[in-house]
Structure formats: C-alpha cells, structure tokens
C-alpha cells in the first residue's frame, strides 16, 4: 500500500523514464531469433520483460542480463541461434502478466519443430488467445486451449508446416499482427496482415533492422496492410531502447494536473503509431513541445510540458474514438484521470478492447474515478467524463493492473486528502521505479 496527498507544490525539472516495454520485448525475441549476437541498451528491466527474457533461456537461448558496463552504458547481449536454433522447453513456458509475451511467443512457437504449452498468471489466464489462435491454425498451426476456453494454457504441437496468409484482423492489435508476422517468418509464402488502422508498427520496424523484407502500406482510409516476404535471414545488431511513452504519460499527466508545473521528460519514443496522447492533449489545449527529435530507426525526442488547462471543442465537449484509439490504448486509464479534472465533457468511444487488457479499464477506471468523486459513467465501448468536479483522497483498487496504480497515484496529486494505492507493487510490471521517481519530482 502506498498513501499519496494531494502536490504542495509545482512539479519541476528532468525525468527519464525506463525503455519501451514493446520495444524491449521484441528486442529479446528477434535477437533470440537471429544469427550472432544482439546488443541491447536501453531494456526495460521489470517483470514483463524479464518473463520474455526466462521464456527464451528456457527455449535454450544465451541471454547476459546482468547489467554490465560496455562503455559505461548497461548492456544486455543475446546470442542469437537463427530461426531453427531454439531447442525444446523441459517446462510450461511462464510468461507472468505479459500479454505481449503470451501472444508474440505463441507466434514463434507455432513454427517449431517441438511440442510446447504456455501460461501466464491469473490475468494472462482469462485474455481472449482466439484472436491468435484462428489466424495460426489458418497457417496450419496446431495451437489449442487446453481448458477449451479460448484462454491460456495454450497448447502447441509442434512440427507443422507453415503457410503465409493474408488475414484481416477487425481490430487493430500490434500483439495479433506481431504473432502472425512472427509465424509467418517460417511460412512457405508471403503473409499479409490487414487492419483497419495500423497499430503500433515496432515489429515492422525492428524486423527490418536484423534484415527481413518487412513494410506497411497505409490506405487513403487509414487502414493498414503489414506485408512480409520471408526467406531474408536475420542478423544480430545493435537497439537502442528509447524511454517508454506509457510511462512518460503519467508525468505529462501529473504536469498537466499540478499548476505552475513544468517538466522535460528526455529520450522518449515517439513513434506516430504510439504518441495519440500528444496529440490528443494538444487538442485539449495542452501546453506540449517535442525538443531534439531524432527520427532514425524508432523516432525519439525529450517532452517538455507545462500545466495548462485542458478544455474542449465546441459545446465544451471532446470526443477521443477511431483511429486514435490504436495511438493510445494503454493511455486511456490516465487521459480518463486528466479528463475528470478538464473544464468539459470527455467521450471516449470505440475503446472496446479496453475491457480485455490487464484489467477491464472501462469497470476498473470507472469504479476508481468515482471513488475519488469524479462524474463518470461507463459505455459498451468507453466511459463518458463530466469533467471539473473536485476530487478527494479514496481507496484505490487496482485489481494487480500496473497502469491503474500510476494512472490513480497521479489523480492523487490534483485529490483532497490521502489517496491509497492498495495494490502498488504491481508498477513491477512496466515501472519498477514508478513511485521514487514520482516521489522525487515531488520533494
Ligand atoms: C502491445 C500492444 C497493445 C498494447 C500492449 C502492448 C505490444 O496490445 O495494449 O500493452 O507490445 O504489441 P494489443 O495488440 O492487444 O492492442
């Protein structure tokens, strides 16, 4: 339990936050996946990421994840085997609360040679999986659920030969694409993932980087196409994490709550498939400057906010929905928390997906904010927000979901009173460092 008051005082100065979890994940995977040595700086170093680092050890990969200095910047080095180098797991693969291990493996262990089951904690145990298995099965994969639940445990034999597809994904999921993309690596022809809007494009990115004929086409509507053409091998390199902008939203948020605060938050991705928050809170009257952008592989650039007061459009109303949504699923729990304390009404629609992340976020944010006395109701794919009424301290539930507990602790700052984050060690997932680092823009 952590107990939080309201901020005395304007938030100040530079933060860094730790590297992108999605970036962090496939740096591990592709570096297992390819031919010599990867490099890795900037990893992210929680929970979720270690639980994909455990996965591929088990899968008989050589990772050096003790921090060592290597020009005294903290370096982790996979040596990679090449496609066919991974060996039969002795265990139940475990990969903890990580949806994004959960599915990407389940992409790469399609293809093997071997039989395999993977698993995750309580929350990884009730995640749809039907979304991975249908397309994989298409591709003559042999994945099932073991309780016949479409969840996991997922079985997969192993040993099958694997045909390229063009498959049209209804929502758009970088965790569906990445699986698909990931199998598809072993396939016998060309695999086409379709989606109405293209999510987050890292696996497009990095792919190319160790070598492989990857790209997206974007159509005029928006809606996306990532085509891979396998064959390519891929080669060991060198990634550079950059910090992650999930975790860099709740301190955008926190200065955009606290008056007279002014923060610079260096060295974070700002990939265009990741920043909708930027954008959306510009709308709203955000005061947000993007300073040393640096567009090379994954665009990066330090996020200089200051406390402004967020409003609406016309009828004092905003409305976040379409294809924003992809831009900013895992922020939508704190631009909730921002938009109860905005002079409007916010409407945040077509977010369906929300109710199948680590917790329901529409059940779990609603049921939080209205604990703290913001006006709030749910929808079948969103929440609406009666912005501007006063909150106070409560009792915050985090139902072991990392980003209620940072999205709440910064609701805290802007609360009357003390605010209890009951479940916090949860931040082990994305943020291990969440609450020091909070506590010292605090001080
Ligand atoms: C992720 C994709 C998103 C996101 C998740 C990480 C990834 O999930 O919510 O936190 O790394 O590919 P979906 O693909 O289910 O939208």
């Known amino acids: ?88 797991p002795d265990a139940t693969l475990y990969t903890g609360n990580s949806g994004t291990t959960t599915r990407l493996m389940s992409g790469i262990l399609a293809a093997q040679p071997f039989d395999s089951t993977i698993t995750g904690d309580m929350s990884i145990e009730k995640r749809p999986m039907k979304r991975i298995m249908t397309p994989l099965n298409q591709m003559g994969a042999d994945i099932s659920s073991v309780l016949g639940n479409d969840c996991a445990p997922l079985h997969i034999n192993g040993g099958k030969k694997l045909h390229g597809i063009s498959y049209r994904n209804p929502v758009a999921s970088a965790q569906v694409k990445s699986c698909i993309i990931l199998a598809g690596l072993y396939a016998d022809g060309e695999t086409n993932v379709f989606e109405p809007a293209l999510s987050r494009n890292h696996t497009e990115i990095m792919l190319s980087s160790f ?26 390199t060198k990634i550079n994490v950059p910090g992650d902008i999930s975790s860099a939203a709740y301190f955008i948020a926190a200065a955009l709550m606290v008056p007279g605060s002014e923060l610079l938050i260096r060295n974070v991705g700002v990939n265009s498939t990741r920043c909708g928050i930027i954008s959306i809170l510009k709308q709203m009257g ?18 200089l906010v200051k406390y402004s007061e967020l409003h609406g459009n016309q009828n004092n109303r905003f409305e976040i929905g379409g294809k924003d949504i992809p831009t900013m699923i895992d922020e939508l729990p704190v631009v909730a928390v921002l938009a109860a304390t905005a002079g409007c009404d916010t409407i945040i629609k077509d977010a369906a997906e929300l109710k199948v992340k680590e917790s329901d ?12 006395g913001a006006d709030v109701e749910p929808t079948d794919d969103g929440m609406i927000i009666h912005g501007g009424k006063p909150l106070h301290g409560a009792d915050i539930r985090t139902y072991n979901d990392h980003r209620l507990a940072m999205s709440f602790a910064v609701a805290a700052l802007a609360a009357e009173g003390t605010t209890r984050i009951i479940d916090d060690s949860c931040v082990m997932i994305s943020y291990p460092s969440f609450f020091k680092d909070l506590q010292n823009l605090l001080q």
């Not at 976020?361 to 703290?372: H, P, Q, S």
């Open 1 to 88: 339990m952590i107990a939080l008051e309201k901020a005395k005082r304007p938030l100040k100065g530079d933060v860094f936050v730790p590297g992108d979890k999605s970036i962090s994940h496939r740096s591990i995977m592709f570096g297992a996946l390819a031919k010599g040595t990867t490099e890795i700086t900037g990893f992210l170093e929680s929970a979720d990421c270690l639980s994909t680092i455990d996965c591929f050890k088990k899968l008989g990969i050589l990772i050096d994840h003790t921090i060592r200095p290597t020009h005294g910047v903290p370096t982790i080095t996979v040596h990679g085997k090449g496609l066919h180098g991974l060996s039969a």
């Open 361 to 372: 976020r529409i059940a779990t944010v609603v049921e939080n904010l209205k604990a703290m």
């Open 286 to 303: 955000a005061d947000i400057t993007l300073l040393n952008r640096d567009d090379s592989q994954e665009s990066r650039a330090d996020i």
């Open 211 to 236: 070598g492989a004929d990857i790209h997206n086409e974007i159509a005029r509507d928006g809606s996306a196409v990532a085509i891979l053409k396998p064959g390519m091998p891929l080669v060991g």
